[in-house]
């Protein structure tokens, strides 16, 4: 899934988060969890100068070199367009149903008001 972009080889610490920063280099900061204390601010290990490119998500791999994968957008836009359909369909049966129960309530008042008029 993913393919390697750059190879540099890095090796990696324990208690240290690795990344590539916005200039193509790899970086790396202390993790909030990573024992002892938490020193501010990233340093660059290793100057890279990779281009990004736009919609992959570039990382450091295990081996310490950099690598991207294709990021995933817009999971489930199949299943949501089949929950609209449900809906306006409902929507169709709703209003059948309401035009009915006019009818019915139209009909009613016409045969009360023969009624009246009979007993007149």
Same mark, same amino acid.
């Given at each position: 899934?993913?393919?390697?972009?750059?190879?540099?080889?890095?090796?990696?610490? %324990?208690?240290?988060?690795?990344?590539?920063?916005?200039?193509?280099?790899?970086?790396?900061?202390?993790?909030?969890?990573?024992?002892?204390?938490?020193?501010? %601010?990233?340093?660059?290990?290793?100057?890279?100068?990779?281009?990004?490119?736009?919609?992959?998500?570039?990382?450091?791999?295990?081996?310490?070199?950099?690598?991207?994968?294709?990021?995933?957008? %817009?999971?489930?836009?199949?299943?949501?367009?089949?929950?609209?359909?449900?809906? #306006?369909?409902?929507?169709?049966?709703?209003?059948?149903?309401?035009?009915?129960?006019?009818?019915?309530?139209?009909?009613?008042?016409? #045969?009360?008001?023969?009624?009246?008029?009979?007993?007149?």
């Amino acid at each position: 899934m993913a393919e390697k972009v750059a190879k540099v080889g890095i090796k990696k610490e %324990g208690g240290k988060l690795y990344f590539v920063d916005k200039h193509g280099d790899i970086s790396s900061a202390t993790m909030a969890r990573g024992g002892g204390k938490a020193k501010r %601010g990233a340093k660059k290990v290793a100057k890279v100068g990779i281009k990004k490119v736009k919609g992959y998500l570039y990382f450091v791999d295990k081996k310490g070199d950099i690598s991207r994968a294709k990021m995933a957008r %817009g999971g489930r836009k199949k299943k949501a367009k089949k929950k609209a359909k449900k809906k #306006v369909v409902k929507k169709k049966a709703k209003k059948k149903a309401k035009k009915k129960v006019v009818k019915k309530k139209a009909k009613k008042k016409v #045969v009360k008001k023969k009624a009246k008029k009979k007993r007149r």
